[in-house]
């Protein structure tokens, strides 16, 4: 079993859509959750990051951390074009090894 | 823009040449990193150096040999690589060990897209 699973997509979507995106983890250790979106060719780029369980919103952007079921998720409202990227789960238990799912990809088609 | 800043951020090079990848920050984080990222792919990890000093190394072949001159830069030299080490290649620091809130979550670099001829 892989430390941290991730359906690779591809996900397709119509504007306006919410996008549920979702991790599984087997490590409980894990602590520290983060979401990344990642454009072709672009570097990782840091959308949220929660602590332990719970929730956490930002704008059109919700993180939701299940650790009793070592689940993951990111939610996206109101879904445009320039969402359509791949999205990366990663997570830590202190912060110096840090394990990726292998990335959702996803399209909003206008 | 991001706050970690890599260059080139482009980079073609034949097997026999000696060439150098940088990476700089200024946020005050003590822990860098170097990962490839193959297309398609998450990013693998190579090296981390924290405090300035190599604490993970991701049994990287010695043609990769990173260096960190001080807490601000890392560079990765690159030296007889093979093609099958085209990729790209991302820095990323955190604040991990220093506290604060977001201290573990990776910042990373725009990449440098190395093609190897």
């Known amino acids: 079993q892989k430390e941290v699973e991730q359906d690779p997509g591809p996900l397709s979507v119509p504007e306006g859509a919410i996008v549920s995106l979702n991790c599984t983890y087997s490590?409980?250790?894990?602590?520290?959750f983060m979401w990344y979106r990642q454009y072709s060719r672009k570097g990782p780029e840091l959308l949220m990051y929660t602590y332990s369980s719970g929730n956490k919103e930002d704008g059109r952007f919700t993180a939701q951390v299940d650790k009793s079921s070592k689940y993951i998720s990111l939610f996206i409202r109101d879904s445009q074009p320039s969402d359509s990227a791949t999205y990366l789960c990663a997570m830590t238990y202190y912060g110096q090894n840090f394990v990726f799912g292998p990335g959702t990809r996803l399209s909003v088609l206008p | 823009d991001t706050e970690v800043t890599q260059t080139p951020k482009h980079l073609v090079m034949g097997m026999t040449n000696k060439k150098s990848l940088k990476c700089e920050q200024h946020?005050?984080?003590?822990?860098m990193y170097w990962y490839k990222q193959k297309a398609k792919k998450p990013p693998e990890l190579m090296f981390v150096y924290s405090y300035e000093k190599l604490s993970i190394n991701e049994s990287v072949p010695s043609r990769f040999s990173p260096e960190c001159p001080n807490s601000s830069l890392l560079n990765l030299h690159l030296h007889a690589l093979q093609p099958e080490d085209s990729a790209l290649y991302l820095c990323a620091s955190t604040a991990a060990g220093q506290g604060g809130s977001g201290a573990n979550v990776l910042t990373f670099g725009a990449g440098s897209r190395l093609t190897v001829l």
């Open positions: 490590n409980s250790a894990f602590q520290y």
């Open positions: 946020m005050g984080h003590r822990a």
